[in-house]
């Protein structure tokens, strides 16, 4: 999957779709049964020379048995890496003929992968970037995707301000320290460059202040970036944010709900407005909200986990159950659904449909944990 680690060295959307078009890539050209059938083929060499050297040993023993038995591992082992530097390779050239077919910069790729070397120089254990545990990236890889790109026009690829803002809210909302995230965005707002990088930087900062009740400094910015930015949709959740945070749920709702007026089927419009009615003490329109969009998004776990929440603070208590036993699901964490609904069944045991729905939904939920 993508995780958020990935904006931390991904500067560009192009470099960020560099990735995904070289994942979509093993997909594509299906990588990962061709490995299975690899596999069993080394597991084939492997039991012949593991034969051989028995045999070996039974006859001749000493080190012709122990060379019959180390050589045929190796060998397995090399066939293996071989055919993982080949996927690498193919993944790499198709993924970036695939920028060039969806008009992005296919130079992206090779400028991704010398960053993300130039980070594992500095980086040991777990702060190795998670992308190279299992792609890693060598200067031969390096120079093949440059090389790749010598007959692709060059070409101008303007600042994406959205892309931008993305980076910047995955950087705070998975940093542990808030009061740094400001200094830095301090920092890096007053040194920006061009306009893009301020605005980004600025939004960091709204969002920081945000975390660390400075209502009013969040508020000074915020109002800046929406005088520049009147329609942006991310400026007007972190304007809301700010009133959710502050105890003033109804200034933001009436916020959310002038914006959803204009993007009446926005995703994160809509989510962000039922956390606002659930801050308002008004769960029966957060249910209404967020039971729509859990049609229209039923794989997505953070509705069913608002959803939890609003089915409480309605005392609904059998739909906190089930709520909580799709977002479980989701989480392939099977056993914990199947008891979420085994203690919303009982409280609806006068009810025939509910306990119908449930009951099956329990027969799926065994299926799944049983691999059916």
């Excluded at 909580?324 to 919303?344: C, T």
């Excluded at 045991?349 to 691999?371: P, S, V, Y």
């Amino acid at each position: 999957g993508v995780h958020h680690g990935l904006f931390r060295y991904a500067q560009t959307e192009h470099e960020m779709s560099a990735i995904l078009s070289h994942e979509l890539a093993h997909l594509s050209q299906r990588h990962f049964a061709r490995r299975v059938a690899e596999g069993k083929k080394s597991a084939a060499i492997n039991i012949a020379g593991l034969l051989a050297g028995v045999i070996l040993a039974a006859t001749a023993g000493g080190d012709a048995a122990l060379a019959a038995l180390t050589g045929s591992s190796g060998l397995a082992q090399n066939q293996s890496l071989k055919y993982s530097r080949e996927r690498e390779a193919e993944a790499d050239r198709i993924g970036i003929y695939t920028l060039d077919e969806a008009s992005m910069d296919p130079r992206a790729m090779a400028y991704m992968f010398e960053r993300l070397q130039r980070a594992s120089r500095y980086s040991t254990g777990n702060n190795i970037p998670e992308f190279l545990r299992t792609h890693p990236v060598t200067n031969d890889r390096v120079a093949d995707s440059y090389n790749q790109t010598q007959n692709y026009p060059k070409k101008q690829f303007p600042a994406n301000l959205d892309y931008q803002l993305m980076r910047v809210r995955a950087r705070v909302i998975t940093s542990g320290n808030q009061p740094q995230e400001i200094k830095h965005f301090e920092a890096a707002f007053k040194e920006s460059r061009n306009t893009i990088q301020k605005t980004a930087n600025q939004y960091g900062l709204v969002i920081s202040l945000t975390n660390t009740l400075a209502f009013d400094k969040a508020r000074t910015h915020i109002r800046e970036l929406r005088e520049q930015h009147p329609l942006n949709i991310p400026f007007r959740i972190a304007e809301a944010a700010i009133y959710t945070s502050a105890q003033q749920p109804e200034i933001a709702l009436d916020l959310l709900e002038e914006a959803l007026e204009v993007s009446p089927n926005n995703y994160p419009l809509s989510a962000t407005y039922a956390q606002a009615l659930l801050t308002a003490r008004k769960p029966h329109a957060a249910l209404e909200v967020l039971t729509n969009l859990s049609v229209e998004r039923p794989n997505d776990e953070y509705v069913w986990f608002l959803l939890a929440e609003a089915y409480g603070l309605a005392n609904d208590i059998p739909g906190v159950h089930e709520a909580r036993a799709e977002f479980f699901v989701l989480n392939a964490n099977y056993d914990q659904a199947i008891k979420q609904l085994g203690y919303a069944l009982p409280l609806v045991r006068h009810n025939f449909q509910q306990t119908a729905r449930i009951k099956q939904r329990l027969e799926d939920i065994w299926m799944m944990k049983d691999g059916g």
